[in-house]
Nanobody, 125 residues
Framework: QVQVVESGGGLVQAGGSLRLSCTVV????????MGWFRQAPGKEREGVSW???????RYADSVKGRFTISRDNAKNTLYLQMNNLKPEDTAMYYC???????????????????WGQGTQVTVSS
């Protein structure tokens, strides 16, 4: 069974930085594309970024140039470096693996499976 644990969230002022981590067990991590998602109160969960097994990455337009996704396959861990944070980045952040190995990454929520509890990011103005 896949288990996902996100960490690293917190309260930060606008313009600040945070680094989120996501540790995954229960699958062969280096075969899976991984995604970061977020959900603000009253809004639907949305894709933020993804990284393929071959380290190709993509970002939502809203975070491009500010966020960097990376992975350490030796540690089964996914990261999201978030710089120049804005109040509109406030949300619960989640990571998840694609449903099957070697699928390409995507920003579509329903193409991922194995969600963790999330980690809260709050950006004050």
């Amino acid at each position: 069974q896949v288990q996902v644990v996100e960490s690293g969230g917190g309260l930060v002022q606008a313009g600040g930085s945070l680094r989120l981590s996501c540790t995954v067990v229960g699958l062969t991590f280096d075969r899976y594309a991984m995604g970061w998602f977020r959900q603000a109160p009253g809004k639907e969960r949305e894709g933020v970024s993804w990284i393929n097994w071959n380290f190709i990455t993509r970002y939502a337009d809203s975070v491009k140039g500010r966020f960097t996704i990376s992975r350490d396959n030796a540690k089964n861990t996914l990261y999201l470096q978030m710089n120049n944070l804005k109040p509109e980045d406030t949300a619960m952040y989640y990571c998840a693996p694609r449903r099957t190995p070697y699928e390409l990454g995507s920003l579509k929520v329903d193409e991922y499976n194995g969600w963790g509890q999330g980690t809260q990011v709050t950006v004050s103005s």
